[in-house]
């Protein structure tokens, strides 16, 4: 089996699929369909007239012709001789009326998720014409210019002037993550970034020489607060790698982590602080923050799915496992690695035997004093290169830092990640603010670049940001 269909039949997998570009996807084939139509010529009634005198004299010319250079050599000769010869040739579909195809799709799904918001404010989502269409379908904040931003992706991948390439993920996912960096601009209060991946490559540092601290500055100086995940790496060295930030926008920045911890950085030591859990956590997170014998539960049943999972896939021997005070890891030994289907295995087994005990929890009504009746939140998730369960997610880290910085609407927060998948811990984050979807640090540059020009052109900020592609 080729590299490429390897590729193509594992992401065709469920927990590598996203429901709401798949149904974007299948709505821009009918488009793409029509642009890819055999254009074909045939003979006017004058111009057979003027022939049929001397049809015996002349050979035979083809009836049909295609744009296809094989079949034109099969059937006689090629539109441009045929048209010289008197024949009416179909011209290609004209680019521009392909791209106005492709916009009233857009439009359609445009009013789709109009509607969907429409019936999320009045409480019934489960009501909305996209839901049906889409039942995975989760949360909109803002609008989504659809159409426009095609007009601009477009020129920059020729969607609709492909005729063998049909609308792929990552032509979708680009046009929505322009759409909804369009679509917030003019509000956003808020910027939360992952770490891995998305400002960093995986397993390394966040640089101070990075071209993202430039592009970050820029989003400090128009008022946008900026969260980051806490790292090892930012913890073990931060002399000066926030001074920055801090010095360009003189408001506070945060650390968080799932809502299990909360640093800020302090401009009096250049270094991190730690926040005390209660100075900051909310009666809505204490309530299982605070309950030690269920998030041990929780733990001991991850750890005993992860061990059980790795005994049963034969790696027990090329991995450790790790256990921490709010998290359980499956790390490779240095010198073996573990392929990313045994990575989604050991998530997805950890997901469906922590959300079979909470289930079974609430079905048989089992209670043992306020703490038994807490539900715990935790995600299991593929890392890249190791799998972790943590204690909490990021939406509550999220919803956290949307109230430790003053009340920010979700509408206003703006999450910027790679894993949004099911075996991803960026996916939480869609339940609580707009989100954007990348893959590199280098497509990181690129958004907060498109961000920025349209911060600048909706506020009318000004900045030196320098607009280099990266390489």
């Known amino acids: 089996m080729s590299h490429s269909l390897y590729s193509t039949t594992y992401h065709l997998r469920a927990h590598k699929r996203d429901g709401f570009i798949e149904f974007v996807k299948a709505l821009l084939l009918t488009p793409f369909i029509l642009h890819t139509r055999p254009i074909s010529s045939r003979p006017t009634s004058s111009s057979l007239a003027a022939k049929s005198s001397s049809a015996s004299a002349q050979p035979a010319v083809a009836s049909t012709l295609y744009r296809s250079p094989t079949e034109a050599a099969l059937v006689g000769p090629d539109p441009a001789a045929a048209a010289a010869a008197g024949f009416?040739?179909?011209?290609?579909?004209?680019?521009?009326?392909?791209?106005?195809?492709?916009?009233?799709?857009?439009?359609?799904?445009?009013?789709?998720?109009?509607?969907?918001?429409?019936?999320?404010?009045?409480?019934?989502?489960?009501?909305?014409?996209?839901?049906?269409?889409?039942?995975?379908?989760?949360?909109?904040?803002?609008?989504?210019?659809?159409?426009?931003?095609?007009?601009?992706?477009?020129?920059?991948?020729?969607?609709?002037?492909?005729?063998?390439?049909?609308?792929?993920?990552?032509?979708?996912?680009?046009?929505?993550?322009?759409?909804?960096?369009?679509?917030?601009?003019?509000?956003?209060?808020?910027?939360?970034?992952?770490?891995d991946m998305t400002l960093y490559a995986d397993g390394a540092d966040f640089s101070r020489d990075s071209v993202l601290v430039d592009l970050i500055v820029n989003l400090l100086r128009q008022s946008v607060t900026l969260p980051l995940q806490v790292t090892p790496e930012m913890l073990r060295d931060t002399s000066s790698d926030f001074r920055v930030f801090y010095t360009e926008s003189g408001r506070p920045i945060y650390l968080p982590n799932c809502g299990n911890y909360l640093f800020r950085f302090d401009p009096a030591t250049d270094r991190l602080v730690y926040i005390p859990e209660a100075d900051y956590q909310p009666p809505w997170m204490c309530q299982w923050s605070s309950a030690a014998a269920a998030i041990s539960t929780i733990l001991d049943i991850g750890q005993a799915c992860a061990e059980q999972s790795c005994e049963e896939m034969g790696i027990l021997d090329r991995v450790r496992i790790i256990r921490k005070e709010r998290a359980v890891g499956v790390v490779s030994h240095p010198e073996a690695s573990l392929s990313r289907e045994q990575l989604d295995e050991l998530a997805l087994a950890i997901q469906r035997r922590l959300n079979n005990y909470q289930y079974a929890k609430r079905v048989a009504g089992i209670t043992n004093g306020a703490v038994s009746a807490v539900q715990v939140p935790f995600c299991a998730f593929n890392g890249g290169s190791d799998v972790w369960l943590d204690i909490g997610n990021k939406s509550i880290g999220v919803r956290l830092l949307q109230e430790v910085v003053g009340g920010v609407a979700e509408k206003d927060t703006l999450h910027i990640g790679d894993q949004f998948l099911s075996t991803g811990n960026d996916l939480w984050t869609r339940s609580c603010a707009a989100t954007a979807w990348i893959t590199s640090p280098g497509e990181t540059a690129d958004l907060l670049r498109q961000l920025h020009a349209e911060m600048t052109r909706t506020r009318g900020a000004k900045s030196d940001l320098a607009v280099e592609a990266t390489a």
Do not use: W
């Open 88 to 195: 009416e040739v179909e011209s290609a579909p004209d680019g521009d009326a392909n791209v106005a195809r492709y916009c009233e799709v857009l439009e359609c799904i445009e009013a789709l998720i109009m509607d969907h918001m429409a019936h999320q404010s009045s409480g019934l989502p489960e009501l909305s014409r996209l839901t049906q269409l889409v039942p995975s379908v989760g949360t909109f904040f803002t609008p989504l210019p659809l159409r426009d931003s095609f007009l601009e992706i477009n020129k920059k991948r020729s969607i609709a002037g492909r005729r063998n390439v049909p609308p792929s993920f990552n032509d979708i996912r680009h046009l929505l993550n322009l759409s909804q960096v369009t679509a917030i601009a003019s509000t956003l209060e808020l910027i939360t970034f992952d770490g």
